[in-house]
């Protein structure tokens, strides 16, 4: 099997041509188009947005933020973190490691990283070692955090 590789999407209108494929597939909520719009400098090479391409169509992204710890909430003591959104793979190449891919590409930045987990998502997100840190706060808000740590790093309290 082919090595999978992750690359920075560039942010131009090719790329946002190319997110018009997920929104087909029903993950309207995922899409990143207005997150697109308002970072759009033409190849603007310190994106956020991480996508993986098979046969040169664009299968599959994320966006990837970090976060100074001076707005962390999430962990004591508070620390720089990456937050992971918007993580979609198209319907007919799930289940092949490309998920899987973009979160360990992630992990590879060895900060904690975070993410909001969807609907039926708990699974994967424990999968790959991210653990829950639900707290009332964040049920009220309607978020689901979950949070991987490398080994060293001070987990959440």
């Known amino acids: 099997m082919e090595e999978i590789k992750v690359k920075r999407l560039h942010v131009n209108y090719k790329t946002l041509e190319e ?3 997920f929104r087909e597939y029903g993950a309207q909520e ?8 308002a970072n759009i400098i033409e190849d603007d090479s310190e994106s956020p947005f991480y996508g993986i391409y098979f046969g040169g169509k664009l299968i599959a992204r994320m966006s ?7 707005y962390d909430r999430y962990f004591e003591p508070a620390q720089d973190y ?3 959104w ?9 289940h092949k490691g490309y998920g899987t891919a973009l ?3 992630a992990k590879s930045f060895n900060l904690p990283v975070k993410t ?22 964040e ?11 490398p080994e060293g790093v001070v987990e959440a309290e």
Do not use: C, H
């Not at 049920?139 to 740590?149: I, K, L, Q, T």
């Open 19 to 21: 997110f018009e494929n």
């Open 64 to 70: 990837l933020y970090r976060i100074e710890k001076k």
């Open 82 to 84: 990456l937050e992971l």
């Open 103 to 105: 979160v360990n590409f």
């Open 116 to 137: 909001n987990a969807r609907q039926r998502s708990d699974e994967f997100w424990k999968g790959m070692g991210f653990e829950s840190i639900t707290y009332k706060e």
């Open 86 to 94: 918007k993580l979609e793979v198209l319907e007919p190449y799930r």
């Open 30 to 37: 995922l899409s990143m188009k207005e997150d697109l719009r």
């Open 139 to 149: 049920r009220d808000r309607g978020e689901n955090p979950f949070v991987w740590f």
